[in-house]
């Protein structure tokens, strides 16, 4: 008898495991279904929508830093569609950036992917070419911040410096371009004759 009320006790705690670890898998799944349906709607879904099936994924996996930078996409399109609302839009794209940072800061891909972001966070308007005309003070700052520290972390990447060469002379940053041609000088002098960060 004892045997036996161990053997359904240890059934029944396996079950509850089981469907544990099976709800988790789920909702991970289901927030990573929510992400690509955003990313695939970024361009020609509604904007309610996209950013409804971003926010469903990061509410149902708070600790992926891409959903955040998806969410951080969709304020960039909203710059576009809600011009009356960009400080906003710009708002959200700064939250969401900072918050995938702070997820994982390691994570060399969320730093190169958010670069552009970046960009588009420093630009006044998206519409207009870039250059110091169209710097926006209120958010360039962050901008600068954020590349100065991926410049600093990453010192030895030629991706990143190249990457962060080609925004920062969009918007006109030239003493920071020059640190950073500088830079792939000595990393990777061949970059300089054929990349588009330094043409």
Not at 33 to 53: D, M, P
Not at 76 to 96: P, Q, S, W
Not at 163 to 170: F, G, I, M
């Amino acid at each position: 008898m004892e045997k036996s009320l161990k053997r359904k006790l240890l059934l029944i705690l396996v079950w509850i495991v089981y469907s544990l670890i099976f709800c988790f898998l789920m909702r991970m799944y289901v927030a990573d279904t929510y992400y690509k349906k955003a990313q695939s709607l970024i361009e020609t879904g509604s904007n309610n929508i996209v950013f409804n099936s971003a926010s469903k994924a990061i509410s149902l996996n708070p600790y992926e830093p891409n959903y955040y930078r998806g969410q951080a996409k969709v304020f960039v399109v909203r710059l576009l569609t809600y011009t009356d609302r960009n400080r906003e839009a710009k708002l959200g794209i700064l939250t969401n950036l900072k918050k995938a940072y702070e997820l994982n800061p390691s994570n060399l891909v969320t730093i190169r992917n958010s670069i552009p972001l970046y960009y588009f966070l420093a630009v006044k308007d998206i519409s207009l070419t870039s250059g110091e005309e169209n710097i926006d003070g209120e958010f360039v700052t962050y901008t600068k911040d954020f590349f100065e520290m991926a410049k600093n972390r990453y010192w030895n990447d030629a991706g990143v410096i190249s990457s962060l060469a080609k925004y920062e002379k969009k918007l006109g940053l030239s003493n920071e371009y020059e640190v950073s041609v500088e830079r792939i000088k000595v990393l990777r002098p061949d970059l300089l004759e054929w990349h588009e960060s330094f043409r």
